[in-house]
């Protein structure tokens, strides 16, 4: 049988954990896998000695990839191989941010996570005809639920409950500038443990306010760490409109948020950050009809608790290449995008 080679594409020090479940599926396969990122990304220092890390354009068309896998919106065209979107965020338009449905034209495959999303997405491949879609789950999620997450809650001390604070950095939608001053009053009081994670993008002079609140109730974790051992170690999560609050939800958790775009019963929101306290309160003894609420939300974005998503991913990558994409219409020209991507990685040749 032909040993298939894997790109895996990022854009951002995030991407590690949604494209390494994929690596870790394509190598159990007998496959071969490599990463590539975008310049001025050092990647390096977080990958293993065993991962392999191709630096050029040239490194990329001589490993001449079978497939590349992409969390992002774009993806170089003179990349070889098919090129399968598997998305950055889970569901980000059920969470108020726009453009998690517009075509770029850059794509052979949508990756989906559940029935709305594919609905659309197939929808749209009727209309555009360049594309296909196969509903597989999400490969960053198969972690979770495979029992491959470090256990945090040794290395905390004291048993007490866990809350653990995320943002989202979009400045319409971000709680991060307005709770410092609360989140600092919290944690001196002692009650509960805080991890705090912050969204790559945010600010740097905000998410240097957040790096000095720590000390020994509160610890801070930088966005390229690993978040799922915060995930599983926390009890509560207050958060404000970012999807990482699905991810924690898919662990039956409950989440507070700090005036949601995205309010419901699934959600306790609250307005004012003198309700923060008794919110987290409420939710570490959350009442029935607020976890039914979040389960039935939660089941429409990612009902797949396998933990083999990433698995069919590749199943719906090898499927297409062995089927060829002569049946799909000739992509958009994009010659704007394709130009700057050409800029990016220092590649001027259209062919």
């Not at 975008?38 to 001589?62: C, F, H, S």
Request: charged share 25%.
């Amino acid at each position: 049988m032909k040993v298939r080679r894997y790109l895996l594409y990022a854009a951002q020090l995030y991407s590690l954990s949604i494209l390494r479940p994929l690596q870790y599926a394509i190598i159990a396969r007998g496959d071969r896998a490599a990463w590539f990122f975008d310049p001025g990304i050092d990647a390096a220092p977080w990958l293993a000695p065993d991962e392999n890390l191709l630096r050029t354009v040239g490194e990329v068309k001589a490993y001449n990839p079978d497939a590349v896998f992409v969390p992002g919106n774009v993806v170089p065209d003179f990349f070889p191989g098919l090129k399968a979107q598997v998305f950055h965020g889970l569901a980000n338009d059920f969470v108020g941010k726009k453009g998690h449905y517009r075509i770029r034209g850059f794509f052979d495959l949508y990756c989906t996570r559940a029935a709305e999303e594919t609905r659309i997405f197939s929808e749209m491949a009727q209309t555009y005809g360049h594309f296909e879609v196969a509903e597989t789950g999400w490969p960053k999620l198969d972690p979770l639920f495979r029992g491959r997450v470090r256990d945090l809650r040794p290395d905390l001390g004291k048993a007490r409950p866990i809350v653990l604070y995320a943002s989202t950095f979009s400045p319409s939608m971000t709680s991060a500038p307005y709770l410092v001053e609360s989140i600092r009053h919290l944690s001196e009081k002692g009650a509960w443990q805080w991890l705090v994670t912050l969204h790559p993008k945010m600010p740097a002079q905000i998410v240097e306010k957040y790096r000095r609140l720590a000390g020994p109730n509160l610890r801070f974790f930088e966005s390229h760490d690993d978040i799922w051992p915060l995930l599983r170690a926390a009890d509560v999560m207050l958060c404000d409109t970012s999807s990482i609050m699905l991810e924690f939800m898919l662990l039956d958790k409950p989440v507070v948020t700090y005036r949601t775009r995205s309010p419901g019963p699934h959600l306790i929101d609250v307005r004012d950050p003198g309700e923060i306290e008794s919110a987290i309160t409420s939710a570490l003894n959350p009442q029935p009809t607020l976890m039914a609420a979040m389960q039935a939300f939660i089941r429409r974005f990612h009902p797949y608790r396998d933990g083999r998503s990433s698995e069919r991913v590749l199943d719906a990558a090898d499927q297409l290449m062995d089927k060829g994409t002569a049946h799909l219409k000739s992509k958009p020209i994009n010659v704007i995008r394709k130009a700057k991507l050409r800029r990016k990685l220092g590649y001027y040749r259209w062919r």
